[in-house]
């Protein structure tokens, strides 16, 4: 049975474990080990998950019995726009249907939240999860190229729906 949970500060050590599996095999034939490891450092070190929280995001991790199996981030930007930072499901439990809950419980905290808000996200051009946030309803709104540090860039669609 999967329970989802608003994050609590214990919790940040459980979404640094989690996104050291599925982010990185996620992004494995994306993106290069050195980049990998430089934006681990910078998404999911446990001062940068402080921060995040700290600059308003708000994370939901799926539980099934005592096993997170996955992860979403939300955070309000502007009145009326909001940005899921991350969505993220551990590989064992890709297909199930457990993204689609999640990214259902990131909607709902904003329409608790705004009431009606767009929800844009941005996603690497190669992910193949484009296909899913095209699936839930996503539209592509515009891509760039984004600078991320050391000569790091994130290639990006952005995509957005109206809740």
Avoid: C
């Amino acid at each position: 049975m999967i329970e989802i949970r608003r994050a609590a500060g214990g919790d940040l050590a459980t979404i640094h474990n989690m996104a050291d599996v599925v982010f990185r095999e996620t992004y494995r034939t994306i993106l290069s080990p050195e980049q990998l490891d430089y934006m681990m450092d910078w998404m999911y070190s446990m001062p940068s998950l402080e921060k995040q929280v700290e600059e308003g995001h708000v994370y939901y991790i799926a539980w099934d019995g005592n096993t997170p199996q996955g992860y979403v981030s939300v955070q309000k930007e502007s009145e009326g726009l909001y940005h899921l930072q991350k969505i993220y499901v551990m590989p064992s439990a890709q297909k199930t249907g457990l993204g689609k809950m999640l990214m259902e419980r990131a909607l709902d905290h904003v329409r608790e939240e705004a009431g009606h808000a767009t929800v844009e996200l941005n996603v690497n051009r190669e992910n193949p999860a484009l296909g899913f946030y095209k699936h839930v309803g996503f539209k592509v709104l515009r891509q760039g190229d984004f600078p991320i540090g050391k000569g790091f860039y994130m290639n990006d669609y952005i995509m957005g729906i109206e809740v």
